[in-house]
């Protein structure tokens, strides 16, 4: 699967195939453990999540695994890193998701290269990568 770096972001598609027991989404989860690798959260992964949660009835699941899970916000600095990241998306022609350009941009302004992801918007975005499961 290939070496990670200390601190990555999980995104919504792999936290609910966590839930869902997904063999890929539960190796990985496992290989981040044995490599000490610190996996985070954003605000706008857990509000996908939660509406998730509440439309299927699986709030008590749902709220054990983000009680594992450090999540970071939408603060300033990812609000200012979001919009340069659109800004230079647009200049090339190119579009992203509003909560996907959120993620990216949280990622960004806390230096985390790798978002834990099966969508491919984010290679859009100049400096991040993701990891597949």
Do not use: C
């Amino acid at each position: 699967m290939g070496e990670m770096e200390a601190r990555v972001i999980a995104d919504s598609d792999f936290l609910v195939d966590l839930l869902r027991g997904s063999k890929g989404a539960v190796n990985l989860a496992e290989q981040t453990l044995r490599e000490g690798v610190e996996v985070l959260s954003t605000s706008i992964s857990v509000f996908e999540l939660w509406l998730g949660a509440l439309k299927l009835g699986r709030k008590d699941e749902t709220k054990k695994l983000l009680d594992e899970i450090d999540i970071l916000p939408l603060d300033r600095e990812a609000t200012l890193s979001s919009a340069e990241i659109l800004h230079n998306l647009q200049k090339r022609g190119r579009g992203i998701d509003y909560r996907d350009l959120l993620i990216a941009g949280i990622a960004r302004s806390r230096d985390i290269s790798t978002i834990v992801s099966r969508d491919e918007s984010f290679t859009r975005v100049d400096g991040l990568r993701i990891k597949t499961f």
